[in-house]
């Protein structure tokens, strides 16, 4: 079945995405699309994503050997992926162009996220002023914060 464009510009309030609908949102691939799933959507308002840590990375043979840690910037990256998300579930016609990165401010790390652990990412939105949004995100792994941010980005349209 084909979806109809005006079936395509409808925000979406979800329970879940799968990886397969995850990546119709967003352009990123293995090894870079950092969101496996996502356990729920309010448009405008907030997305929960989760990151399943697994040894195979292909980050973890260089980041520190023999005692692997996430790199705090993918982490980051994790977080900016879901902002990305909620940014187009909430404008689907963003999925026609794309979110860029502005800014981060006070990004803290709390404890490192080892293989095993299952990253639990929300993130919420503070203010919108046109296209440009400022996000609060925060990471958990088992309840506890690892990580947090405030997150500032754009979206934007492609012209046909």
């Known amino acids: 079945m084909t979806q109809r464009k005006s079936d395509k510009k409808q925000p979406i309030d979800a329970g879940a995405l799968d990886i397969r ?3 119709r949102m967003l352009p990123h691939r293995y090894p870079f699309l950092l969101v ?4 729920g959507i309010e ?17 973890f043979p260089g ?21 990305a998300i909620l940014g187009v579930a909430t404008h689907p016609e963003y ?3 794309g979110v860029l990165l502005m800014g981060l401010d006070k990004v803290r790390f709390r404890r ?9 990412i929300e993130i919420n939105v ?13 990471a958990r792994v ?3 914060k690892v990580a947090e941010a405030e997150i500032l980005a754009t979206f934007y349209r492609e012209e046909e």
């Not at 496996?36 to 356990?39: F, G, I, L």
């Not at 448009?43 to 980050?59: D, W």
């Open 21 to 23: 609908a995850i990546s």
């Open 36 to 39: 496996d799933r996502v356990e």
């Open 43 to 59: 448009a405008g308002k907030k997305v929960v994503a989760v990151k399943n840590v697994t040894a195979n990375e292909p980050f």
């Open 63 to 83: 980041h520190f050997p023999g005692n692997p840690i996430m790199p705090g910037v993918l982490i980051v990256e994790a977080m900016a992926q879901a902002a």
């Open 95 to 97: 999925q026609d162009g």
């Open 112 to 120: 490192p996220v080892v293989p095993g652990d299952t990253l639990n």
């Open 126 to 138: 503070d203010r919108v002023r046109g296209a440009i949004w400022k996000l609060m995100g925060v």
């Open 142 to 144: 088992a309840g506890a």
